[in-house]
Each structure stands twice: as structure tokens, then as C-alpha cells.
T-cell receptor, first 115, second 116 residues
Framework: NAGVTQTPKFQVLKTGQSMTLQCAQD?????MYWYRQDPGMGLRLIYY???????DKGEVPNGYNVSRLNKREFSLRLESAAPSQTSVYFC??????????????FGPGTRLLVL | AQSVTQLGSHVSVSEGALVLLRCNYS??????LFWYVQYPNQGLQLLLK??????LVKGINGFEAEFKKSETSFHLTKPSAHMSDAAEYFC??????????????FGKGTLLTVNP
């Protein structure tokens, strides 16, 4: 099992450009999450998908959109990138609502630099 | 609403010394609590978690944490630090099953350095 995979690993954008960050999991998990990590800020939730077919805003959703393409894949889109979106982006997944499925599993991250 | 406070953004210990990383939480319902570790340029890895039952939980790499409801704390400890423990550590809180759509709220992290 690859677990949670993210592409690309690193990206440089110019202000105003758009891009989509891809995330996939092969653990048959129901819930998926997108976080951003900034120095001294910990991880902040951007969007999440509690189950296939649903998405909801997290703590910092402005400037982002998401798509839960199917049970495996959850993408994050920046329509018009801004320097404030320079960050490390992590995708995570969680099995479900049963006992023992509380843990979120994280991907390796995508480092994004917006000039 | 939930929140997590990690006391000390940077902790430095000598190899072989006790590691103590502090975490206090705020939650309106009995929480689930987690410690994650992040090595440089990597994703987050679960160290240990508390959901229900025994309040002293043991994790990987010799770490353990104790849930103290009266103190709203979940401090992480390891009796003897190793150079390989150098990393950033994150405490996180989640509402239990059925609450808050299973979202995690993270603390700001504590960077642990281990001196030879």
C-alpha cells in the first residue's frame, strides 16, 4: 500500500496562475482532508470531505476550491494564486466513524512557492 | 470549539535526558487526543493517541502520554532522548465519534533538538 500520495512534490507559481494539487489514498478511507502548514502556525484545515460526495470548509478556505473526484481522490485547486498561499500543503485521510478509525494518515506534502 | 496550546515552541535536551513536551487542550466534549511527529521535509506520523480507557497511552519509539482531565493536559514524555528524536511534534484534538465531522485541531508545534 502506498498510503496517501500527493503530486506534485514542489511547485513554483507566479501570482495569478492557477494549479491543482492532487491527492489519492489506497486505504479505502471515507474521509479526506487538506491542510496548510506555515512556520509557527501548526497545521490549519482548508477543506475536508467527510465522505464521498460531500465537501465542507475548514478554518482557512478562502482562495481554494476542492473536488472529491471519487472515494480515492481529493484535489485542491488554487484559481488565482497569491503570495500568501506560499505554504506546504498536506493531504490526509481517515477510515471512518468506527472505533479504531480515529487516526488521520498524512501524505508527504506539496511545497508551493508563489512569486 | 476546540483548541490546543503547546507550551514551548522549541525544547532542547541532551541525549539521554528526559523529554517532556507539554500540551493543554480545550474542548466542550470529552476529546480524542493525538501526538504526531514530523521529521524534516516529511509528512506527519502518528506517535500515539487517546480515545477512551486507560489514561496512560504508549506509542512508538518509546514515547508515552497521559490524559489528565482535571488539568486538561496531554503531555508527551520519553525517559531518555535519542538523537533520532530530533523533530517537530504536534499535539492535536478531535471531537469524539459523531462530533465536529472528525476534524483535527492542531497546536502550533514544538521543535525538539537533541544535543550530543
Amino acid at each position: 500500500n502506498a498510503g496517501v500520495t500527493q503530486t506534485p512534490k514542489f511547485q513554483v507559481l507566479k501570482t495569478g496562475q492557477s494549479m491543482t494539487l492532487q491527492c489519492a489514498q489506497d486505504m479505502n478511507h471515507n474521509s479526506m482532508y487538506w491542510y496548510r502548514q506555515d512556520p509557527g502556525m501548526g497545521l490549519r484545515l482548508i477543506y475536508y470531505s467527510a465522505s464521498e460526495g460531500t465537501t465542507d470548509k475548514g478554518e482557512v478556505p478562502n482562495g481554494y476550491n476542492v473536488s472529491r473526484l471519487n472515494k480515492r481522490e481529493f484535489s485542491l485547486r488554487l484559481e488565482s494564486a497569491a503570495p500568501s498561499q506560499t505554504s506546504v500543503y498536506f493531504c490526509a485521510s481517515r477510515g471512518g466513524v468506527s472505533r479504531g478509525q480515529e487516526t488521520q494518515y498524512f501524505g508527504p506534502g506539496t511545497r508551493l512557492l508563489v512569486l | 470549539a476546540q483548541s490546543v496550546t503547546q507550551l514551548g515552541s522549541h525544547v532542547s535536551v541532551s541525549e539521554g535526558a528526559l523529554v517532556l513536551l507539554r500540551c493543554n487542550y480545550s474542548s466542550s466534549v470529552p476529546p480524542y487526543l493525538f501526538w504526531y511527529v514530523q521529521y524534516p521535509n516529511q509528512g506527519l506520523q502518528l506517535l500515539l493517541k487517546y480515545t477512551t480507557g486507560a489514561t496512560l497511552v504508549k506509542g512508538i519509539n518509546g514515547f508515552e502520554a497521559e490524559f489528565k482531565k482535571s488539568e486538561t493536559s496531554f503531555h508527551l514524555t520519553k525517559p531518555s532522548a535519542h538523537m533520532s528524536d530530533a523533530a517537530e511534534y504536534f499535539c492535536a484534538v478531535s471531537a469524539p465519534r459523531g462530533g465536529s465531522n472528525y476534524k483535527l485541531t492542531f497546536g502550533k508545534g514544538t521543535l525538539l533538538t537533541v544535543n550530543p
